[in-house]
């Protein structure tokens, strides 16, 4: 039967919601009725005690990057289905294993991932994670969450979603910025990690996305900024550049000089992905507006239409594929 994201259990404003870096001990389920209840927090806590410190730690993170986020809803999977409990029942399983392997730690953490639409919710919780993730599975530690709020797309009625994922990380490796490794480096790891210092990013092998990583709750917001980098127009809508078009190379060699190497990584993934057809050019778009915000981009292309870019900007050869 199909599923849709109001089929996931409600927590309101007045729910909390937290952390739990506990062993696999705190992980294991109970059958009652048929149903699966998932104690993925401390034993003395229960889930309803803990959805205000999720909602608290990420709207507190985002306003520390200049974003005013709004979270509307928190919503956790019921975990009904016998699919759902196998699903549930295998990650406690891989748990373990990696508990006996690193010294009975699996270093299971909360993780965030942005998703491109609701459907794409809907099809994660039914079927897990496809094949536009055959490079491995990039999610965002629960405490910075911005990388992933970055990845998500805004929908028509201005939500934007994010899955809050448990995540079996066990032993891992730093993968450099730009790095194509898709695989560990030797059995000694089971993750990537960006940095240890100041991790953004946490990176799931391909081979383990649908057994280390198990959807948990999903959390429906809107965003705006207090610092201009999104702009926020009617109806909740990012406000739309209005000058008509620039080539991507054009954009992507002035933006380089502007923003983060951190920032032009993510839109160099996301343009190789659409020129590899695993998102559409509307989503490579709104993906750099939310990475650029709009004053920048409106201020670049107003440039190069004036001509004040050098022409050979403009002798790529390339489609325009900035067109909104």
């Known amino acids: 039967m199909e599923r849709s994201i109001h089929d996931l259990h409600e927590r309101s404003p007045h729910d909390s919601a937290g952390e739990d870096e506990s062993a696999v001990s705190d992980c294991e389920s109970v059958a009652s009725g048929g149903h699966v209840s998932e104690r993925f927090v401390p034993k003395a806590e229960s889930v309803d005690t803990n959805t205000n410190l999720i909602r608290s730690r990420f709207v507190c993170s985002l306003s520390t990057q200049g974003l005013k986020a709004e979270a509307v809803s928190i919503r956790r999977y019921a975990c009904s289905t016998v699919m759902a409990q196998a699903r549930v029942q295998s990650f ?14 699996p270093n299971v953490k909360h993780a965030w991932y942005g998703a491109s639409s609701k ?59 730009g790095s194509d490794q898709c695989r560990p480096s030797s059995e000694e790891y089971d993750s990537g990690i960006d940095s240890f210092s100041s991790p953004k990013e946490y990176m799931i092998w391909s081979n383990r996305i649908n057994t280390h990583v198990l959807p948990e709750y999903v959390l429906s917001f809107k965003l705006a900024s207090s610092k201009g980098h999104v702009k926020v127009g009617v109806e909740g809508q990012p406000v739309r550049p209005s000058s008509p078009w620039m080539p991507f190379p054009a954009l992507f060699s002035v933006l380089s000089k502007i ?60 489609p325009a594929t900035w067109i909104e």
């Open 92 to 105: 406690q399983i891989f748990a373990r294993a990696v508990a006996k392997l690193r010294g009975g730690n």
């Open 119 to 177: 459907e794409e919710i809907v099809d994660i919780i039914q079927h897990g994670f496809g094949h536009a993730h055959s490079h491995g599975l990039r999610l965002s530690p629960s405490d910075s969450p911005l990388q992933s709020v970055k990845s998500s797309a805004v929908g028509k009625d201005g939500l934007r979603h994010l899955l809050l994922c448990r995540v079996i990380l066990g032993k891992m490796e730093v993968v450099p910025e």
């Open 259 to 318: 923003l983060p190497p951190s920032d032009i990584g993510f839109i160099a993934k996301f343009h190789k992905e659409y020129r590899e057809k695993k998102i559409l050019r509307h989503e490579l778009i709104q993906k750099v507006r939310l990475i650029a915000g709009d004053k920048l981009l409106v201020s670049v292309i107003k440039s190069f239409r004036a001509k004040k870019l050098p022409a050979s900007f403009k002798q790529t050869g390339q």
